[in-house]
């Protein structure tokens, strides 16, 4: 089982659209979890960072974890073309012990929003 | 706004040849990565770096590959004998703290021919 799943899309939505971006996760470890975004031939830049299991919001962006379910979604309102990029989910374990802060990441979701 | 920088921006090589690819991270940041992704797969972590030291790295992370912090500015990942299965894109990134965000370079497309 792979560790962190994604949907790799891609996913085509008018403008204006909600858009739901989601993975799954195989290892209890990960309690860090984050939402990239990476436009072509870019490097990835992080959108969001969460610990808890809950919901946190930044501006059009909102972040859901469910850790007893290993879910985690990235909900984007009122999109616009701009959106348009792959979204990268990653987690990260428990930072000291064994871990010093390795990245796990998703396969991406191609997200285009058209006008 | 402060960001992680590479260069090359992309390198073309020999099989067989060797590479380094630059970064020079953000200036306060202590803790240093080196990722991959292979065009149309995932982002792969290859390497941690801390104190001068490699603190975690995968099973890609082999022998061939090695990384250095020269001086206080860049931090190199060098890839000895090149093999075609190493054209990705490498990506640098630093968090200030362990726990911290990961910010990412725009990457260094490396081609193996």
């Known amino acids: 089982q792979k560790e962190v799943e994604q949907d790799p899309g891609p996913l085509s939505v008018p403008e204006g659209a909600i858009v739901s971006l989601n993975c799954t996760y195989s290892?209890?470890?990960?309690?860090?979890f984050m939402w990239y975004r990476q436009y072509s031939r870019k490097g990835p830049e992080l959108l969001m960072y969460?610990?808890?299991?809950g919901n946190k919001e930044d501006g059009r962006f909102t972040a859901q974890v469910d850790k007893s379910s290993k879910y985690i979604s990235l909900f984007i309102r009122d999109s616009q073309p701009s959106d348009s990029a792959t979204y990268l989910c990653?987690?990260?374990?428990?930072?000291?012990?064994?871990?010093?802060?390795?990245?796990?990441f998703g396969q991406g979701t191609i997200l285009t929003v058209h006008p | 706004e402060p960001e992680v920088t590479q260069t090359p921006s992309h390198q073309v090589t020999q099989m067989g040849q060797e590479v380094i690819l630059r970064c020079v991270p953000i200036?306060?940041?202590?803790?240093f990565y080196w990722y991959r992704q292979i065009l149309g797969q995932k982002v792969e972590f290859l390497v941690s770096?801390?104190?001068?030291?490699?603190?975690?790295k995968s099973e890609i992370f082999d022998d061939q590959f090695s990384v250095e912090r020269p001086d206080g500015s860049n931090f190199t990942l060098k890839i000895r004998s090149t093999k075609l299965e190493d054209s990705a894109m490498y990506f640098c990134?630093?968090?200030?703290?362990?726990?911290?965000?990961?910010?990412f370079g725009p990457g260094t497309r490396l081609l193996v021919l």
């Open positions: 990134a630093s968090s200030r703290g362990l726990g911290e965000t990961q910010y």
């Open positions: 290892n209890s470890a990960f309690q860090y």
């Open positions: 969460t610990y808890s299991s």
């Open positions: 990653a987690t990260k374990a428990n930072a000291g012990g064994t871990s010093y802060g390795k990245l796990t």
């Open positions: 200036s306060n940041h202590l803790y």
């Open positions: 770096f801390y104190n001068n030291e490699i603190s975690e």
